[in-house]
């Protein structure tokens, strides 16, 4: 990573991180309350304090125009006498002469205006600076007056103020502090918990699972998503366990079959006509081995999705004409009726080869448990503007509702199936070219008898 990016690389995400910029945060958002309110205390005490030296003028000046130099000078000594400590008015009356008629000040400042607009300054005042503010008048006849106003007069307010923000910046830094450390460790417990049932897991416990809040969070939601992830990885690592030892279990059979005929070729020797009788036995064995292979290297491929890129636009009700002619001679050797009952056009997309070793794979199991004289029904329709169904009833044994959700699985084979050819995978590649075209596949009772409906979830096409 170049130097310049590292730079300006974010934090990490983490405890300590989540902590500092909590405060941090708090601290922000005191400065931009107080930031503002300290410059609207500014404003406001400068506007007033120019606002009242803009009326002491104008109200010195008005007296000065009614009543003459001698009813001012009185007045400026009445208000200005013993008044200064550093916190009143400075006030001077002069004469057109330069002469001191009245007033606090001993003469005109250094630095005072010579126009007649408010400015700020420093002065002396009985040998102390001051930093302060005046309003210079020229009255009428040369008569001057200055009229100031110490800026430190609100000093001790100001001080007052600051003070209460740094009070309320202490208080907010406190508990901003505070809830930081108590955020952070409720975050290292949540964490210390994940981090346990993990470790559990690794170690082989694959039912432990994280504690579940019950406040309606999103730390809820989070810990039920990850419960429902370990469930599923639970449910898949059975299933890998179930599928290996249904594999060695269903390639058991064939193998020492074959291992037996040829065996018994190499031990007993027996006549030419008899030999290729056992070879072609074998081949049938090694024919069942490479079906269960094949099978499940199909079963990887519409697992992965990988089939999706060939799809095509297709009729399913026509294809299910074909496999219902395609099968209709094996139903006449078993003395089993097979009809198709199509409703309407069904032209949609999807993988035609699939679709139709689904439809296929559904009709055989039919074929298979079906009694003579029973019928089987296959059905096509479309229920919405992208479900369609396929369906195949028959009047056979039917599955226990028990054992539904489970004859959908890979090898599995209940008591009933055991003595009838398959390996148990017909079903689950059913099922997987269902999920390939965003369906399901169900089992429904038919009285007597079991109705599959594969159920597609595919767009509508013409053709």
Not at 41 to 50: D, N, Q, S, Y
Not at 67 to 89: C, D, F, K
Not at 146 to 160: D, G, I, M
Not at 301 to 325: C, K, Q
């Amino acid at each position: 990573m170049p130097e310049r990016l590292r730079l300006f690389r974010l934090p990490g995400f983490s405890a300590r991180t989540i902590a500092v910029g909590y405060v941090t945060v708090s601290l922000l958002v005191l400065a931009m309350f107080a930031g503002p309110l300290w410059y609207t205390w500014k404003i406001t005490v400068e506007g007033v304090r120019t606002e009242l030296l803009q009326t002491d003028t104008e109200r010195l000046s008005r007296l000065f125009a009614s009543n003459g130099p001698g009813a001012l000078s009185v007045a400026i000594e009445a208000q200005t006498s013993g008044t200064y400590q550093g916190v009143g008015r400075l006030m001077l009356f002069m004469a057109p002469n330069g002469v001191k008629l009245a007033g606090n000040l001993d003469g005109w400042p250094k630095g005072a205006p010579e126009n007649t607009s408010p400015c700020a300054a420093n002065i002396m005042v009985d040998g102390v600076p001051q930093r302060v503010e005046m309003i210079h008048t020229v009255l009428p006849g040369g008569y001057r007056l200055l009229v100031a106003s110490n800026l430190n007069r609100f000093e001790q307010l100001e001080k007052l103020f600051v003070r209460g923000l740094l009070g309320c910046a202490a208080a907010v830094l406190l508990v901003a502090v505070l809830g930081a450390l108590l955020f952070r460790r409720v975050m290292l417990r949540k964490v210390d918990s994940i981090s346990q049932t993990t470790s559990a897991i690794m170690a082989g416990k694959l039912t432990q699972r994280l504690p579940a809040p019950h406040r309606g969070d999103e730390l809820e939601m989070l810990t039920h998503t990850v419960n429902g992830m370990l469930d599923q990885i639970e449910h898949l690592v059975h299933s890998v366990q179930d599928v290996s030892n249904a594999i060695a279990h269903d390639l058991r059979t064939p193998l020492t079959e074959l291992r037996a005929r040829l065996e018994e070729l190499s031990v007993t020797r027996p006549a030419e006509e008899e030999t290729y009788q056992e070879i072609d036995a074998a081949i049938n064995d090694v024919d069942r081995v490479m079906a269960i292979f094949n099978a499940l290297l199909r079963l990887a491929e519409i697992d992965s999705g990988t089939r999706r890129g060939g799809f095509v636009p297709v009729d399913l009700a026509r294809l299910a004409a074909e496999v219902t002619e395609f099968y209709l001679p094996v139903a006449e050797l078993n003395d089993v009726g097979l009809t198709f009952a199509p409703q309407g056009m069904l032209h949609t997309v999807g993988d035609p080869l699939l679709l139709a070793q689904a439809l296929g794979n559904l009709v055989e199991n039919a074929l298979k448990y079906a009694p003579a004289h029973s019928q089987i029904m296959i059905g096509a329709r479309r229920c919405g503007e992208l479900d369609i169904e396929l369906t195949v009833a028959d009047n056979g044994p039917g599955v226990p509702e028990a054992e539904r959700a489970r004859v959908v699985e890979r090898f599995y084979r209940s008591d009933a199936s055991r003595g009838t050819p398959g390996v148990g995978l017909g079903l689950a590649l059913v099922s997987s070219v269902a999920r390939l075209h965003g369906g399901v596949l169900r089992l429904e009772d038919n009285a007597p008898g079991l109705r599959a409906v594969l159920c597609l979830n595919v767009p509508r096409v013409a053709m």
